[in-house]
């Protein structure tokens, strides 16, 4: 173990920043009574009252939960009381520690929990050691200099285990750094500061768009990197990483407000919950989170990062139809699932007419069962899937056109490899004025099985499937989808109605997470055909409830285009749309 120095801390820095979390559901009675509460669960009493807690409770089979017992996060209101000089919330902090580093020798990496709870612990730690020097006129008290050897071992851990360019990565970091900066460690604080400037590079990248394939994460990392930009301005000064930092964040800022919807909620892509955040004001994301009421919108309309990302959407608002009027959607491609990422790729989300037209599942918690595997994998989201494909492959976005024949389109084809013996090509063009989109999807498979185009609706979402087409209703706000399969190129469209699931559990389909700890049911359209190949053609049409839609399919006179005319009537209103589908696959609004 490197020295144990317990210089007093750089003056700037405050190590008691972030334990204000779990104030509300953990009041200090509560903690001085060895009683822990974490989100949803209840209270649960944990210890005997005097600090002596048993570490290996899992009552409710929830990782997370006990993550959080071991992260020591809990204690806030005890540091809160102890810094106010209450001797009582001194006592068992000091009492809840010890009891912890007797129970969870070094190395504790064989406890995931308490592994993972390292970078949190060690935040912990070192607030209790500020809280202490704070009260003794700036040093540690001698009979409490053990806490010194304890964070000086998490230290070690966070050293030995580091979990990589994630957001966990740089948590681990920080935490580093706050013991450098704290302790005087200089070993520390240089290695944090060097891992933080590697992880930056991973983690947001020059466009903006974030290694996390996670919209909710995405925006959990401008936090966190305006979090780190602070530490390392007030713990290393000198150092040039505070204003690569700015850079990278007003990058993020951008790719934040193209993953808003006119619904001020984020694409639920990757591991996110659907809630509304506040605005990053003085910045892009400004303008979307207000709903067009303050600041500037981006210039792009249509945004595509390199990570694997297409925001588009049909405009930022006029005075004739303001930004919540609009429609969004948004396609995933790119590189492998990994960290918060789903098996999503190919998907796409899309919002009309004032309400969430197709829906990604949500964040469905990290406990490793059915359920999260059903979130997290390929048929919780809007794409074709092939029999026997297991999760995401690097997809390609091999062409796109932004104002394909019209200022009211965008085309966009994907390509794929889903499986051994497996192919998909995706062709999407997504129309404004009126409202639709065009999917058409190839694919081909060695061994025979059933293809399913499936399309994920809003909860209280009802359907009505006929021979070649599905009704969505929703009567908040009163909107009516058409889902019509159409002749790919001339080909016969086989019979085949389509079917709907709603909250099935054998297997796991039609369920929808707003947040972590709430799902509800929603309804899931499958187009299903079985073979060893496949071609379909969909039409998404949303509109106003009593919307009607009429579709025909005709050869050009090149003898190479089909023509696909949509009439969208609404009321007495009318509008026209003609869409060419090339022999390439490729496709161009005309009309």
Known sequence: MRGTASQPSTPTYNACTRNTQFYAANPLGRVLDDTYTWATYPPTKVGNGHGNINWALDPYGRVSWSMWLHSLRWLGAALDAANRGDQRATTHLLAVVRDWSKDNPYPWNTTATAQESTMHRTNVLLCLRTVLSNRNNGTLPHDARWLDGVIMTHARSLE??????????????????????????????????????????????????????????????????????????????????????????????????????????????????????????????????????????????????????????????????????QSAYSIRFGTTQRYHGHADHMSLTYQAAGAPILIDPGYGEYTQDAWVAYARGPTAHNQLVIPGMTSARTTALTRSRIGAGHPNAD????????????????????????????????????????????????????????????????????????????????????????????????????????TIFTKQRAPVVSMAQRGTATTMLTAVVPGPAGTTVRANAVLATDKKTWVYTFVVASGKHAKVAKVGLRVDGSMVRIR
């Open 160 to 325: 030995t285990y580091f979990s990589g360019y994630g957001n966990h990565g740089a948590d681990e970091s920080l935490a580093m750094l706050g013991v450098g900066c704290l302790l005087g460690q200089s070993h520390y604080r240089d290695l944090a500061g060097g891992r933080l400037l590697k992880i930056l590079d991973h983690a947001i990248a020059p466009d903006g768009s974030v290694n996390e394939q996670s919209i909710g994460y995405a925006a959990f990392n401008y936090s966190l990197w305006n979090r780190t930009r602070l530490m390392v301005a007030q713990c290393t000064p000198q150092s040039p990483l505070a204003a690569t930092i700015d850079t990278r964040l007003s990058a993020l800022a951008g790719f934040l407000a193209h993953a808003m919807t006119p619904l001020g909620t984020f694409h639920q892509l990757g591991d996110t919950e659907d809630l509304q955040r506040p605005p990053l004001i003085g910045t892009p994301h400004e303008y979307p989170a207000t709903a067009g009421k303050a600041g500037t919108p981006p210039a792009q309309r249509v945004a595509v990062y390199r990570s694997g990302y297409v925001f588009g959407r049909s405009g930022w608002g006029t005075p004739s139809k303001p930004y919540p009027a």
């Open 411 to 514: 085309y966009f084809q994907l390509r794929d490899v889903p499986g051994a013996g497996m192919a998909r090509v995706r062709d999407v063009l997504v129309l404004s004025d009126p409202d639709l989109v065009l999917v058409a999807d190839r694919a081909s498979t060695t061994r025979a099985g059933t293809f399913a185009q499936l399309w994920h609706l809003a909860p209280s979402t009802t359907v009505v499937t006929g021979k070649y087409a599905a009704i969505a209703s929703s009567a908040d706000p009163a909107v009516r989808t058409t889902f019509l399969r159409l002749p790919y190129r001339g080909a016969r469209v086989l019979p085949a109605k389509p079917q709907v699931s709603t909250g099935t559990t054998r297997p796991v389909q039609g369920w929808w997470w707003p």
